[in-house]
């Protein structure tokens, strides 16, 4: 089995997350003390940060409604949330969706494409 990550060939080092080699100008090492480029780092800290914020549904109904609410009254857009029962909303939360007028204001609509 060839050694995929953190390849090593003499004094080159391989940045594993784009597979090129690494000078040791740009060289940093991540949490795992693998080495990388400094803006492919970047690049997968990011990618990582957007991840987490996606998970960020919150895990029981009466929270993930109170987010909603929030939402709604920010945006001045309580008839949004008026106007769908506890059901509909319940049911939203099962699917996943955010917490946001707009996710619901989506899913919504294609439910009902009149
Ligand atoms: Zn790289």
């Given at each position: 089995m060839q050694p995929s990550i953190a390849v090593t060939q003499g004094s080159t080092k391989f940045c594993w997350i784009c597979g090129k080699a690494v000078s040791l100008d740009d060289c940093k090492t991540d949490e795992h003390g693998s080495i990388v480029h400094e803006p492919c780092y970047t690049a997968c800290m990011r990618l990582k940060n957007a991840d987490e914020n996606k998970k960020e549904?919150?895990?029981?109904f009466p929270a993930w409604k109170e987010r909603l609410r929030e939402d709604c009254h920010l945006q001045g857009r309580h008839y949004a949330f008026a106007v769908l029962g506890d059901h509909v909303l319940q049911l939203l939360w099962e699917g996943g969706l955010e917490p946001t007028v707009e996710a619901v204001v989506d899913a919504v609509r294609q439910d009902k494409p009149n």
């Open positions: 549904i919150p895990a029981d």
